[in-house]
């Protein structure tokens, strides 16, 4: 049983007469005696609510920063109608800060033998999987002195997938890819590439384009056109390793890789491309292989929702395994890690001589801003020491970048919110060389 503020101010009103006019048990027993009845009446009224049926249904996946809308239906099959307050309970992610005791709470009139759908928005602030707690249900009587409570576990999940915020930039990297792919007047010609058709020549174009066999069969010069090849293998292989639970500004650095995978998958499956997902830190966490063009972008995004990073150091031979097993020969392998030196040089550059004798490697790395701006600080005692920090540590990025690219490693180390052009980039300057 619970008892309402009503209640207590109704005793509260029935004291002062008491105290004034008759201060005594007798005078406390007239007062408190047709309150309890009372109360009792009112609970023996209230709708029961272990009866009480529910049922769910609604959205099960939302993009982080989105809107969920899940229902829940509350069929009331007692005689008696239920005026209650009821209370959906998620876990604290599934709203921004200081908004889930509103989110949450519902109140609900249904009469005996009907029932009514709630609707509870969450807005998670965080990836994975987010299961319903319980629902909570207190229940009035038609006085509203007492109220039946009890709680009803409705299971339902509801996977929160990664924002995606760089495809606003997908539509620019498709305008160059639909240039380096012959659609429309800038054509190439380079090592690795397609044989697209025959044009005329053209005062500029280079000489050794010229189609001689072609040329004696028509009246004018003809000229090979040239696209980059097509159905190569792209294997994106994320670092889960302590490296990147760190946080640059608001954004873990996984989210900020997982970000630029995104993108580099929807760009690479437009240009005909085949697109493979690993995460791997001491052993797999997630594995997308074999999907078509249509289907690779929705798998990568299932599969990293859950994902987070672990804090041990990343297994850099079992990650160079995993990688040559599952990526055939003359792929592009993108390993989105950190260009800390101790890993690097510890882990990585031992055994990068077995991954870039088989293919093309990219290293794209979260850089912080926060650096950059250290290395500027001036005007105080304070200032000039982080200007040193900042330095020191952005020189031996620098250092440990170069490192990588001795071993024939395209490097990028970019912001957050730049690094997933700039490997769309990187993607389209290796396809422009012939390098794909």
Request: glycine share 8%; charged share 25%.
């Amino acid at each position: 049983m619970a008892l309402t503020g009503r209640t207590a101010l109704l005793a509260a009103l029935g004291s002062l007469p008491v105290g004034i006019l008759a201060p005594s048990w007798t005078g406390m027993l007239a007062v408190n005696a047709p309150l309890s009845l009372a109360i009792l009446c009112d609970y023996a009224l209230a709708a029961p609510v272990r009866t009480l049926r529910f049922t769910r249904s609604g959205d099960t996946s939302v993009r982080l920063g989105d809107v969920a809308q899940v229902q829940l239906t509350v069929t009331n099959p007692s005689s008696r109608p239920l005026r209650a307050d009821l209370r959906d309970a998620w876990p604290p992610s599934s709203w921004p800060a200081d908004t889930a005791p509103e989110a949450s709470r519902h109140r609900v009139h249904v009469p005996a033998g009907e029932r009514r759908a709630l609707t509870t928005g969450l807005r998670p602030s965080r990836r994975g999987d987010r299961h319903s707690a319980q629902v909570t249900v207190r229940s009035y009587g038609p006085l509203g002195l007492a109220a039946r409570q009890g709680d009803h576990r409705i299971p339902w999940t509801v996977r929160v997938l990664p924002a995606f915020e760089s495809r606003k930039h997908l539509p620019s990297r498709l305008a160059r890819l639909r240039e380096l792919d012959g659609r429309t007047s800038v054509l190439i010609r380079g090592q690795g590439t397609e044989f697209d058709s025959l044009r005329d020549y053209v005062p500029g174009d280079d000489t050794r384009s010229i189609d001689w066999r072609a040329t004696a069969r028509r009246s004018t010069v003809a000229v090979r056109t040239w696209r980059p090849e097509r159905d190569r293998h792209i294997l994106l292989v994320l670092d889960t390793g302590r490296t990147a639970a760190g946080r640059v500004g608001d954004v873990p650095r996984l989210d900020a890789s997982m970000d630029a995978a995104l993108l580099l998958a929807a760009l690479a499956s437009r240009a005909g491309d085949r697109v493979g997902l690993l995460a791997f830190d001491r052993r797999v966490r997630a594995h997308v292989q074999g999907r078509s063009a249509g289907d690779v972008l929705p798998a990568m995004v299932d599969a990293m929702a859950p994902l987070e990073a672990e804090l041990v150091e990343t297994d850099a031979r079992g990650l160079s395994a995993a990688t040559l097993q599952n990526a055939p020969r003359g792929s592009l392998i993108v390993l989105l890690t950190g260009l800390d030196a101790a890993p690097v040089e510890d882990g990585l550059l031992p055994v990068l001589p077995q991954l870039t004798r088989r293919h093309t490697v990219v290293v794209a790395s979260v850089a912080d801003p926060r650096i950059e701006r250290m290395a500027h600080s001036r005007g105080s005692a304070q200032a000039v020491y982080e200007a040193t920090a900042g330095t020191q540590a952005h020189t031996q990025r620098r250092r440990t970048a170069e490192l990588l690219q001795r071993h024939g490693v395209t490097v990028v180390d970019a912001t957050p919110e730049k690094l997933a052009p700039a490997v769309a980039d990187a993607y389209l300057a290796l396809k422009a060389a012939g390098r794909l």
